[in-house]
C-alpha cells in the first residue's frame, strides 16, 4: 500500500505542477514509507556451519560470500587470474546475472563501484588453495566455480556472454 500512495502522491504533485490541481490531497504524514524488517546476519559459527554442511565444492563460496562479501554473480564468474593468494585479494570485474527468462549473462558489474579489488582474510587463504586445487577449472583464465562438468557453476543452457541488461 506505500507504494500506491507513494505513485499517486508523485501523479498529483505532477498535477499541482502543471496547474491542473491547486493543492495536493495526498497529505497523509508517512504514508507513503515502507518499513522492511531488518534482516538475520549470521554469526561466525553458523556461517562455518553451513559451510561444513554444503557440498564440499561449494564450501568455499560460503565463506568468500560471507567473510569477503562478494555477490552470488560475482562469485560465479570468477577466474583463477582474478583470485591472487599470494597478496590476498580477489579482483571483481565481472559477475552473472541472471535474466527473468532464467538466462545468465556474464558481463561487468551493474555500476563502477562494481569494479573493485578485495581483500582475502588470512584465515580464508588455505580454503582457497584447497578449492582452486580441487574444484576449479584447469587454466588462468578458467572459472573458479566449475561444475562437475567443468563449465562455470553459473553457465546454463541458454547463457550468453555480453553486456547484462
Known sequence: MPKCYRLLHVILNTAVADELLVRNPCVIKGA?????????????????????????????????????????????????????????????????QELKDGTRVLGPPKSETGIRTVAIPAMLKPEMEVHLAT?????????????RTGSPCGERRGTRRGTAR
Open 32 to 96: 507513503g514509507r515502507e518499513k522492511a524488517p531488518e534482516r538475520p546476519i549470521a554469526s561466525i559459527s553458523q556461517v562455518f556451519e553451513i559451510a561444513d554442511t554444503i557440498e564440499p565444492r561449494f564450501r568455499a563460496m560460503v565463506l568468500v560470500g560471507a567473510f569477503v562479501g562478494l555477490r552470488v554473480g560475482e562469485m560465479l564468474a570468477l577466474t583463477r587470474e582474478r583470485v591472487d593468494l599470494l597478496h590476498g585479494r580477489i579482483k571483481v570485474v565481472e559477475q552473472y
Open 135 to 147: 574444484y576449479a577449472a584447469p587454466g588462468k583464465k578458467a572459472s573458479c566455480s566449475a561444475g
